[in-house]
């Protein structure tokens, strides 16, 4: 298979931190010798992520019957489960979170 054109992007980035971010010249020689064209471009796309580290079960209400009192659902029916939010960024991006 191959994928027309046969282009990489790739960005040679110094973060905030001075933590330089690029492509080796080995990786660049390597993909030049198979045939592909490499284009050095000024910013690609910057990535966040949050983790949810699910420990806990949490007990909520049950909504979902329609009577006169209230009954709290077991820990394993409702599917709900708290725990740690873990944020991160992309370095490109300030090592910042952009919120949560």
């Known amino acids: 298979m191959q994928l027309i054109p046969n282009k990489i992007r790739y960005e040679n980035h110094t973060s905030i931190d001075e933590e330089f971010i690029g492509f080796e010249n080995s990786a660049k020689k390597f993909l030049e010798k198979r045939g592909h064209v490499l284009e050095n471009i000024e910013a690609g796309a910057v990535c966040q992520l949050v983790v949810h580290h699910l420990r806990e079960p949490v007990q909520i209400w049950d909504v979902r019957r329609r009577i006169q009192r209230k009954i709290l659902k077991g820990n394993v029916d409702n599917g709900a489960f708290k725990g ?11 090592r910042a979170p952009a919120g949560l």
């Open 84 to 94: 740690m939010l873990t944020a991160v960024s992309d370095p490109r991006k300030d």
